[in-house]
């Protein structure tokens, strides 16, 4: 399965690479870096993903963007989806992966271009925290104090990760 978000654009290779990657690695999840543009196509920034992450370096910070993603469909079937929650539903999913013992690969190749604009969900800031903590709290079900604790470093890498993305 992959994933495409209205606004976002796919280099015309993503899957052929992806695909051939995830078969010759013997993996059910790959995502890829990519170029951040405006609505008109200008490239903006760069952000490119580690080669390996897994449940504790995902608690940390969400480097996936979701049009990224290829995923077997397999691991979908093992009562793992998408939760309901207004923003934060794809790294909510990707933790539940993880958490199963699932390596989630990155291909450091812009084969994605990932569209920044000004009324998406996810440039709201105050949404992004309300979910990222209902991620921790009723996700992960970690206590009050320890998601909170995560939200705010999760703010943290969200913003150095701005700063690099934008250099």
């Known amino acids: 399965m992959a994933f495409c978000d ?8 993503k899957l052929e690479v992806q695909i051939t990657f995830m ?5 059910n999840f790959c995502h890829t870096s990519y170029k951040i543009i ?7 920034g760069y952000f490119k993903v580690a080669k390996q992450l897994n449940y504790q370096d ?7 963007a979701t049009s990224s993603v290829v995923i077997n469909k397999n691991l979908l079937r093992k009562g793992i989806f998408f939760s309901n929650f207004t923003t ?3 790294y909510s999913l990707w ?8 390596e989630l690969y990155g291909i450091n ?5 990932w569209r920044s604009t000004n009324n998406s969900l996810s440039d709201s800031f105050f949404q992004k925290l309300f979910d990222a903590y209902k991620v921790y709290r009723f996700s992960e079900k970690y206590n009050i104090i320890t998601s909170i604790y995560f939200v705010i470093r999760l703010s943290f890498f969200a913003l150095i990760k701005k700063i690099d993305m934008y250099r």
């Open 95 to 102: 933790l539940k992966i993880a958490k199963k013992k699932n």
């Open 38 to 44: 405006n609505y008109f196509g200008k490239i903006l």
């Open 6 to 13: 209205a606004d976002d654009l796919w280099h015309k290779k």
């Open 88 to 90: 934060k539903e794809d």
């Open 58 to 64: 995902l608690l940390k910070s969400c480097d996936i």
């Open 23 to 27: 078969i010759k690695k013997k993996i």
């Open 109 to 113: 190749n812009d084969l994605l271009f």
